[in-house]
């Protein structure tokens, strides 16, 4: 044995051979293991694997994810997280080294997600995302509500039954799921799919925004951890409302959120008022709206009746101005006459300082006028007449118009008693009465409405007297057209 030993009996590898070797020895004895550690540098190349240092106090195992598995990992690879790698060993013979192909990654605890998630937070609001200056208010009555959450779950029936009771509102559901792979990634797609949407599109944009899903565990709940939900959410231009999980129960997008509901019913109850309130306040408000309008009318008629009792009376204010002007009316007549004495003085002192030529002058200039004014009172006082004649005649012919002369003219005749007082129908006249006809042109009869007997008892007729003809008083003018006017009886 010992000459198998010798240097010229031993097997000679090549580097490849040895390197073979090795990897299938390695891979056979450690085919599949489970390590724990704390992850050191992540790369992330433009191929999609991911390769990184899976360490603990003392030694460091390099790890590799190939890009197929990288997309279907529950935790994100993140330095300093300590996460416990299933795999198997293998090496790398270009450079000489062992590493482990991760097929699946978790986190070493609930302790280890609580640090991750308390860094994760430290970082975020150390950004600005959690300030409570970038938070909105939310809209009093939304028109339309977008919902993010599984369409399959009691969250979004817990959510229409609410706002149904309360205020029925337009609702747009946008699927995702809410935990396992693909969460974070479509939950994120929702919050700015919606926010995308143009006002007055065929698909209306919400008003207000819903994220919700129900209670679990912290691993079930750690999709809303996620930095790029968080992100989208602070980012979100649409108010948004958290609901994830219980009322115990705190994920990170309940910080970016402009306000966190306990449970998705809750987060219903905040989108919208209770309509049948609504109506009840709006119908108070219209009651005391009235009375205070006519409490205001009320004590407005009492200012004013007050105000109106201390204005003096009209004929107190006209009384004063009145009397000034009758005043000034008797002083104007005063003081035309003493104007123009003064007048007359003053040019009688300038006209003895002016030569005889210029004083003709003035006077045949004076007299003109004088002449001018003349003729023009005369042609007025003219006019004036022929107004006067004018009225006189339309007054004339009125009073024919309107006369009862023109009645008779037609054939009629006027009806009077004994006393001469007009009668106006049969009724109350016996027979024997004395009556009066007057005709057209004043001519007048008297007659008897029957037989009347004499002294000796033989009945007579009484013979129609003929009334004298009335004077007619002759006007030294000449009439009015329309002929001469008669008398009224």
């Not at 104007?339 to 210029?358: C, H, Y």
Request: proline share 6%.
């Amino acid at each position: 044995m010992a000459d198998n030993l010798t240097p010229g009996n031993a097997y000679e590898f090549s580097v490849s051979e040895l390197s073979m070797a090795l990897k299938r020895t390695v891979e056979d004895t450690y085919g599949y293991v489970r390590v724990k550690g704390e992850l050191g540098r992540v790369s992330r190349p433009a191929s999609g694997h991911l390769y990184l240092d899976l360490k603990d106090d003392k030694s460091v195992l390099n790890g590799v994810i190939w890009k197929g598995v990288a997309s279907r990992l529950k935790v994100k690879p993140e330095q300093g997280l300590e996460v416990v790698c299933t795999g198997k060993l293998t090496t790398f013979p270009g450079q000489s080294r062992y590493q482990i192909v991760i097929e699946s990654m978790e986190l070493a605890g609930v302790g280890a997600l609580m640090a991750l998630l308390e860094q994760r937070k430290k970082a975020l609001t150390a950004e600005g995302l959690f300030d409570p200056a970038r938070k909105r208010p939310l809209p009093f009555l939304p028109a339309t509500i977008g919902v993010v959450t599984s369409p399959s779950g009691a969250v979004i029936r817990d959510i229409l039954h609410r706002l149904c009771d309360r205020f029925p509102r337009h609702v747009l559901v946008w699927p995702v799921r809410v935990q396992g792979e693909q969460s974070a990634e479509e939950v994120t797609a929702a919050i700015k799919g919606f926010n995308e949407l143009k006002p007055g599109g065929p698909v209306p944009r919400p008003d207000l925004l819903i994220v919700a899903r129900g209670g679990g565990s912290l691993e079930d709940l750690w999709s809303f951890n996620e930095e790029m939900v968080v992100r989208a959410a602070a980012a979100s231009e649409i108010p948004l409302i958290s609901a994830v999980g219980h009322e115990t129960d705190t994920t990170l997008i309940d910080f970016a959120s402009d306000q966190r509901a306990p449970t998705p019913t809750a987060a219903a109850e905040m989108a919208v008022p209770v309509r049948a309130d609504l109506v009840a306040r709006v119908l108070d408000n219209a009651r005391r709206l009235v009375r205070g309008e006519t409490r205001k009318v009320t004590e407005l008629s009492a200012r004013l009746e007050g105000l109106g009792r201390g204005l003096p009376k009209p004929d107190d204010l006209f009384a004063l101005p009145g009397q000034r002007l009758d005043h000034a009316s008797q002083r104007l007549g005063l003081g035309l006459g003493a104007a123009a004495s003064a007048k007359r003085s003053q040019l009688e002192r300038i006209a003895g300082r002016l030569s005889g030529q210029v004083l003709t002058s003035k006077l045949a200039n004076g007299h003109q006028r004088t002449q001018d004014l003349a003729a023009r009172a005369t042609r007025a006082e003219q006019r004036h007449l022929t107004d006067l004649g004018k009225r006189l005649g339309q007054a004339g012919r009125l009073l024919d118009t309107l006369s009862y002369q023109g009645v008779l003219s037609r054939g009629f005749a006027l009806v009077r008693d004994k006393n001469g007082e007009p009668v106006r129908g049969s009724a109350g006249i016996e027979q024997g009465t004395e009556l009066e006809l007057e005709f057209a042109g004043s001519d007048k009869l008297a007659v008897t409405t029957g037989p009347s007997t004499d002294k000796a008892g033989t009945a007579s007729t009484v013979a129609p007297k003929a009334a004298p003809k009335a004077k007619r008083s002759v006007s030294k003018k000449k009439s009015a057209p329309g002929g001469d006017q008669g008398q009224l009886f």
